[in-house]
């Protein structure tokens, strides 16, 4: 069905102080290989000032 409908499993993370980590398990991925599905990941850190200065 993906390879026909070009599928895309999107995962967005907005992240302020703590970014927990993203994992896929292998089902997971070898299942979205398995129907042609492709991944997006995209991930955004928020700083504060206090956390901009410091860096």
Known sequence: MARDYGITMECVGHFHEYYPGFALDAETV??????????????????????????
């Open 30 to 55: 070898r299942r979205l290989g398995e129907c042609g599905a492709s991944i997006d990941l995209d991930f955004y850190h928020y700083f504060t000032e206090k956390q901009e200065r410091e860096a």
